[in-house]
């Protein structure tokens, strides 16, 4: 059984940066693809960036490149959502995922990831 556990979230101002971290345990961790997304009141869940564990490559959202970067650190089994130039509209709940097929091409859809976190609220005011 994986077991995500985000924290890092919180209160930011536009402009501003926040780090979220991403704790995983159970199974082989070093297999899988690692995806965060978020969801704002009343909108569907969106992808935000992905990381293919073992080779370290990585995916993001449109609507964050250039801003956002996906780690991860091997030796803590810990991904991370660096978020820089913050916007109000990135003000959502962030959710940690965990593909366990991280071998095939990194996923956009929610639908394809088998794990969840509980999720971490961010806020960024304006």
């Known amino acids: 059984q994986v077991q995500l556990v985000e924290s890092g979230g919180g209160l930011a101002q536009a402009g501003g940066s926040l780090r979220l971290s991403c704790a995983a345990s159970?199974?082989?961790?070093?297999?899988?693809?690692m995806g965060w997304f978020r969801q704002a009141p009343g909108k569907e869940r969106e992808f935000v960036a992905a990381?293919?564990?073992?080779?370290?490559?990585?995916a993001y959202a449109d609507s964050v490149k250039g801003r956002f970067t996906i780690s991860r650190d091997n030796a803590e089994n810990t991904v991370y959502l660096q978020m820089n130039s913050l916007r109000p509209e990135d003000t959502a709940v962030y959710y940690c995922?965990?593909?366990?097929?991280?071998?095939?091409?990194?996923?956009?859809?929610?639908?394809?990831?088998?794990?969840w976190g509980q999720g971490t609220q961010v806020t960024v005011s304006s």
């Open positions: 995922s965990a593909r366990l097929n991280g071998y095939s091409a990194l996923s956009r859809y929610h639908s394809d990831y088998d794990y």
């Open positions: 990381i293919r564990w073992s080779r370290g490559n990585t």
């Open positions: 159970g199974g082989t961790v070093s297999s899988y693809a």
